[in-house]
């Protein structure tokens, strides 16, 4: 069955960085993208663009260009996330999920990972 | 790309069908049949529910059904029951590989 698993909860201080990764099992995993959405506490969900897995090639989305960068390690089936110069304003929980080329919708979603930003 | 325009809430009684509507521009909504629905319980991630306006992914019941008109996509929820109650998204492709999700709709069943 197709699962995307995400690593765990992370508490960083202002200026530092973060890597989330998200693992995918059950599926050829260059044979589709993956979102990345951000959902702030109490907050919608905004989607934060994707990545090809299968080139490497992101796509962001407005807003989320410089700090944010999305990679890929095909030979484990995992994309990453990373926030360099986190801010307060970055806490929330980060999903990925799973998008099917030429195609718009996400169909399959991580647990998703919270990251908190706090002196 | 601005955020598509839901109701901050709908409700309904069980057994009652409870439409909610996601207004976008001619830009993603209206343009593109790339209409899609998500339902998230709390601190749960989001599940897939509909795509490209009007279409259910396997597993997901038939009370679920989406339409769209213009510029406005809708989700209707028939023969509401309890646990339906949920926040629900819309999205929307904008072009150029951008998406946009709506607000949210927090649906409560009364």
């Known amino acids: 069955q197709v699962q995307l698993v995400q690593s765990g909860s992370e508490l960083k201080t202002p200026g530092a960085a973060v890597k989330v990764s998200c693992k995918a099992s059950g599926y050829t995993f260059t044979n589709y993208a993956i979102n990345w959405v951000r959902q702030a506490p109490g907050q919608g969900l905004e989607w934060m663009g994707w990545?090809?897995?299968?080139?490497?090639?992101?796509r962001y989305a407005q807003g989320f260009t410089g700090r944010f960068v999305f990679s890929v390690d095909s030979s484990v089936s995992t994309t990453y996330l990373q926030i360099s110069s986190l801010k307060a304003e970055d806490t929330a929980v980060y999903y990925c999920a799973r998008k099917t080329r030429g195609t718009y919708y996400a169909d399959y979603w991580g647990q998703g990972a919270l990251v908190t930003v706090s002196s | 790309q601005s955020a598509l325009t839901q109701p901050p809430s709908a409700s309904g009684s069980p057994g009652q069908s409870v439409t909610i509507s996601c207004t976008g521009t001619?830009?993603?909504?209206?343009?593109?049949?790339?209409v899609s629905w998500y339902q998230q319980y709390p601190g749960k991630a989001p599940k897939f529910l509909i795509y490209?306006?009007?279409k259910r992914p396997s597993g997901v019941p038939d009370r679920f059904s989406g339409s769209k008109s213009g510029n406005t996509a809708s989700l209707t929820v028939s023969g509401l029951q309890a646990e339906d109650e949920a926040d629900y998204y819309c999205c929307s492709y904008g072009g150029s590989n951008n998406l946009v999700f709506g607000g949210g709709t927090k649906l409560t069943v009364l």
């Open positions: 001619s830009s993603d909504v209206g343009a593109y049949n790339y």
């Open positions: 990545i090809n897995t299968n080139t490497g090639d992101p």
């Open positions: 490209e306006v009007n």
